[in-house]
């Protein structure tokens, strides 16, 4: 089983920081990929921004400039940096993973419960 849990949400003001982490744990062989995405109110989940185990990047333009991407592959753990927060980043940010349990696995993806982030203006 592996478990995918994040942390590092709350309450801050608009032009504030926050940083997010998530970790991957259990029976785990390799991970690929590690991101965020997130779904506000009333709005469809969408990508915030990937890492790969290599250290390459991408963001979502909404976030390029004022969110960083970043990970320890030791501890299996990515963390999402986020500065000059504004209120239409308010959001339940959901961290995923791809998985393989072995080396003879497929990669899978496992998704957190999420964490909820709120800006207020």
């Known amino acids: 089983q592996v478990q995918v849990v994040e942390s590092g949400g709350g309450l801050v003001q608009a032009g504030g920081s926050l940083r997010l982490s998530c970790a991957a744990s259990g029976r785990i062989g390799g991970i690929n990929v590690m991101g965020w995405y997130r779904q506000g109110p009333g709005k469809q989940r969408e990508l915030v921004a990937t890492i790969t185990s290599s250290g390459r990047t991408n963001y979502a333009d909404s976030v390029k400039g004022r969110f960083t991407i970043s990970r320890d592959n030791a501890k299996n753990t990515v963390y999402l940096q986020m500065n000059s927060l504004k209120p239409e980043d308010t959001a339940v940010y959901l961290c995923?993973?791809?998985?393989?349990?072995?080396?003879?696995?497929?990669?899978?993806?496992?998704w957190g419960q999420g964490t909820q982030v709120t800006v207020s203006s």
């Open positions: 995923y993973a791809q998985v393989r349990r072995s080396d003879y696995d497929v990669f899978s993806d496992y």
